[in-house]
T-cell receptor, first 111, second 114 residues
Framework: DAKTTQPNSMESNEEEPVHLPCNHS???????IHWYRQLPSQGPEYVIH???SNVNNRMASLAIAEDRKSSTLILHRATLRDAAVYYC????????????FGTGTSLTVIP | DAMVIQNPRYQVTQFGKPVTLSCSQT?????MYWYQQKSSQAPKLLFH???????NEADTPDNFQSRRPNTSFCFLDIRSPGLGDAAMYLC?????????????FGPGTRLTVL
């Protein structure tokens, strides 16, 4: 599976938007882009995923660059409960469902 | 609620003493995974079961074994725990049909090796 690069940490003020970047310059045409997050003392949880088009759900939005070599997870209004480590993961369609986590970004939300 | 359950949440064992961690699921998913997560690191996939087919990651030590007696249960056996095996162990499940299958994680078992 292709590798992802994320900043180690980011900070955001509460109720402001947060843009979490991910670089995946070696992405292949069949790789899906996934985002999971891990709150303190919990297992990771699904946030969003996409292939080529931007995606929105109740938790977040995913903006995918036109060349697909980068993507951005957008939290529209950060809350204290959004403080977590956010993982950007690539997985090839048609392979097993295994995930190989990158280092992730630790998001701090400031009240 | 359908969920992934891990017992116990905290496990203490002695150096070299075999230990078994348990995972059960009510989601009826056919794929189950075990991850190891050391402090301040990302989860690392150890192995997974696709139904009864066991798939080991190439760099998973032989000290780690797994059993899946039925769809609902999966066990992680550490035959001779070393100090370096102290970590959070995460179990996850997913389906296998369709173009995407979200992974559902349990809360983890934190293993301490004395």
């Amino acid at each position: 599976d292709a590798k992802t690069t994320q900043p180690n940490s980011m900070e955001s003020n509460e109720e402001e938007p947060v843009h979490l970047p991910c670089n995946h310059s070696t992405i292949s045409g069949t790789d899906y882009i996934h985002w999971y997050r891990q709150l303190p003392s919990q297992g990771p949880e699904y946030v969003i995923h996409g292939l080529t088009s931007n995606v929105n759900n109740r938790m977040a939005s995913l903006a995918i660059a036109e060349d697909r070599k980068s993507s951005t997870l957008i939290l529209h209004r950060a809350t204290l409960r959004d403080a977590a480590v956010y993982y950007c993961i690539l997985r090839s369609q048609g392979t097993g469902n295994q995930f190989y986590f990158g280092t992730g970004t630790s998001l701090t939300v400031i009240p | 609620d359908a969920m992934v359950i891990q017992n116990p949440r905290y496990q203490v064992t002695q150096f070299g003493k075999p230990v078994t961690l348990s995972c059960s699921q009510t989601l009826n998913h056919n794929v189950m995974y075990w991850y190891q997560q050391k402090s301040s690191q990302a989860p690392k996939l150890l192995f997974h079961y696709y139904d009864k087919d066991f798939n080991n990651e190439a760099d998973t030590p032989d000290n780690f074994q797994s059993r899946r007696p039925n769809t609902s249960f999966c066990f992680l056996d550490i035959r001779s725990p070393g100090l370096g095996d102290a970590a959070m162990y995460l179990c996850a499940t997913s389906g296998s049909g369709g173009s995407y299958n979200e992974q559902f994680f349990g809360p983890g078992t934190r293993l301490t090796v004395l």
